[in-house]
């Protein structure tokens, strides 16, 4: 597996891949202009076809280029947001049902830390339905009202589910 940035010709395919997510509500529709405008934020994991046909247990995460894949296939994708100087926010992570339990999503997770301590960010906060992932790469549970405001109003605001969320904010010092 390699995870890359992503090009704005991929949009369309992250689209498709979030869609369901989007539609049980448990992602925020982000629209083709929004989501060209924080291309930058996103990561999209990718394998070789071949390697996904032979039914692998376990996806390895490599630093190959995305040019070394002969027929790529996107396993998901997810977006480290900049709250501040000192926060930062993992977004929209969704994994292909054909890529679940290949440790994707622990692998773009990693990234966006590796990403976040690179810009010299000192937290990562995440909302999610999916509480035991994080835990198990030692992300913390808060009280949503020590999550921005900026957060609230700009996103939350815009959930079919606010104000009553039943995501688990959690956080992570690196």
Known sequence: ???????????????????????????????????????????IAWEEKAILDSKPKKLILEKNPLSALKNPVMLGFCALHLHSVSLAEIRSLIVAPFAQRLSVATAMILDCQREGKILGVKEILVLTYKRELFEKLDFIEISKDKIPNQKIWADCILCKHFPLCEEIALIKEI
């Open 1 to 43: 597996m390699i995870i890359t940035p992503p090009k704005l010709s991929d949009i369309p395919t992250m689209r498709e891949i979030v869609r369901p997510e989007v539609e049980r509500g448990v992602i925020l529709e982000r629209s083709v202009d929004t989501m060209a405008n924080m291309i930058r934020s996103y990561r």
